[in-house]
């Protein structure tokens, strides 16, 4: 039997499109449904709760930022060995770049999956059926298979509600109540990352519990369709910088996409784990050092203590590369200034340091044309990738830039990062290199 699948969406960020994912994968999977999960679009969150739940990594669906042939690949292995996957969408149902592409409206329509509307129903009742409406009829290609209303405040709540579905054919798998007990905190690059919850069964489960009793399972497994039929080899998103490449995993540094890590294993490379932040060295036969995003400002004086990390990565800077991304990055910089105006060193293989005391947001999909060679790829090669950090490099132009880069509307951007040496880095996250025709 086939896998079926279908999208988790919202009319926005904030409606509670992760909690209903959860909840759902969690119901289902007590009922012995095999179910996977992924995320459409850059989120590195978000896929760590859903493996949680799974017992799988999963894998992020970028119509923006991935080739036909990458995404196809990588639909089919999110999918293999599930009953179920389930596919969050981000922001809303038909947020993305400019045209649509990077929404999950456009998965949707490429590859014929049904959607679930998540609505928070705050402050609403037969209103909440004209906007069910609306996302249903918005685009053709787009099939609603059906509505959860989120936060419903009482039954009487969502007994107005019903009969306005009903009266335009919306179909209402069920009405989640207003629970602060399993919503889950947030800091201010989204949630708080699945591997900091020391109580993360208890909430997974009680997700699951009230899922059993205000969700309709049957109805949403009936929904689901047959993924296509896709037996494409997983293509490497990236080549890999190293043969045996150092990667820092710990609190500090989690944001690395499970896509890039099994294309870079599928080309033969090996995956070393250490810990900055327990004043680890990069492994010593690594012959690449790959320091991914993360939350290092929350840990700036245990870095800035960490002298054996320091010594390392200086020594292996001198005969091997490094490339830092986003928190990465801020680590590479002569220092990191906290929300206080603390400064804290870091390593110094860079010239730039990084500030949250003035804190201005960057967010949005990033074309990036190298500068010259790197681990990244040769001078000229084009990734796409994102940005999403609140931190403003000072002095970045010491060193001379990494790459070029432009919104996904194409407007320029300038030039971002910084290269010295065999360092490298920036606060672009590379998410695939893009085909040439």
């Given amino acids: 039997m086939s896998a079926r699948g279908l999208i988790i969406a919202a009319p926005s960020s904030g409606a ?24 459409a679009g850059p989120d590195y969150i978000d896929p760590a709760f859903h493996a949680a739940v799974t017992g799988r990594p999963a894998l992020n669906l970028d119509s923006w930022a991935m080739a036909p042939a990458l995404l196809a690949g990588l639909l089919a292995a999110a999918g293999e060995g599930a009953d179920l996957l389930v596919i969050e969408a981000a922001m809303g149902l038909f947020d993305g770049a400019r045209g649509g592409e990077g929404a999950g409206a456009a998965l949707a329509a490429r590859f014929g999956l049904p959607v679930i509307l998540v609505q928070d129903v ?21 099939t609603l298979a059906g509505v959860i209303l989120n936060r419903v405040a009482s039954a009487r709540h969502r007994d107005l509600i019903l009969p306005a ?9 069920g009405a989640f109540p207003r629970d602060k007990e399993v919503s889950l905190p947030a800091r201010h690059l989204g949630l708080v990352q699945a591997g900091e919850h020391p109580d993360l069964e208890r909430r997974i489960a009680a997700l699951a519990d009230i899922a059993e009793r ?49 294309g870079w294993r599928a080309q033969g490379a090996e995956i070393l784990p250490f810990s900055p932040l327990a004043d680890e060295p990069p492994p010593p036969r690594a012959d690449a ?17 960490a002298t054996r990390f320091h010594a390392s990565m200086a020594r292996f800077a001198e005969t091997r590369p490094i ?8 680590v590479l910089g002569r220092y990191l200034e906290d929300q206080d105006g603390v400064r804290h060193p870091m390593l110094g293989l860079l010239g730039h340091g990084t500030s949250f005391a003035g804190r201005r947001l960057a967010l949005g999909y990033r074309r990036a044309v190298l500068c010259s060679p790197s681990v990244l790829g040769p001078r000229g090669v084009v990734l796409r990738g994102h940005e999403f950090h609140y931190a403003s490099a000072i002095d970045s132009g010491i060193d001379p830039p990494l790459a070029t880069l432009s919104d996904a509307a194409g407007e320029s951007l300038g030039p971002a990062g910084g290269r010295r040496g065999q360092v490298s880095g920036g606060f672009f996250h590379v998410i695939a290199q893009e085909e040439t025709s």
């Avoid at 991914?292 to 245990?302: C, I, N, R, S």
């Avoid at 490339?323 to 801020?330: A, Q």
């Fill in 122 to 142: 705050t402050g609403q009742a037969q209103s909440a059926a004209a906007v069910a409406a609306g996302f249903a009829r918005f685009a053709a290609g787009v």
């Fill in 214 to 262: 205000t969700l309709d399972g049957d109805a949403i497994l009936a929904a689901a369709r047959p993924l296509p039929a896709l037996s494409l080899p997983l293509r490497p998103a990236l080549p890999p910088p190293g043969q045996r490449i150092a990667l820092a995993q710990d609190r500090a540094f989690s944001f690395v996409y499970p896509h890039l890590l099994a």
């Fill in 165 to 173: 579905m009903a009266a335009v054919g919306i179909p209402v798998f």
């Fill in 289 to 305: 050092c790959w320091l991914p995003g993360g939350y290092p400002e929350l840990h700036a004086a245990t870095l800035a203590a």
């Fill in 16 to 39: 509670g499109k992760t909690t209903l994912t959860l909840a759902i994968l969690a119901a289902l999977a007590r009922r012995g449904v095999r179910v996977r999960a992924a995320k």
């Fill in 323 to 330: 490339h830092g991304e986003c928190g990465g990055y801020m």
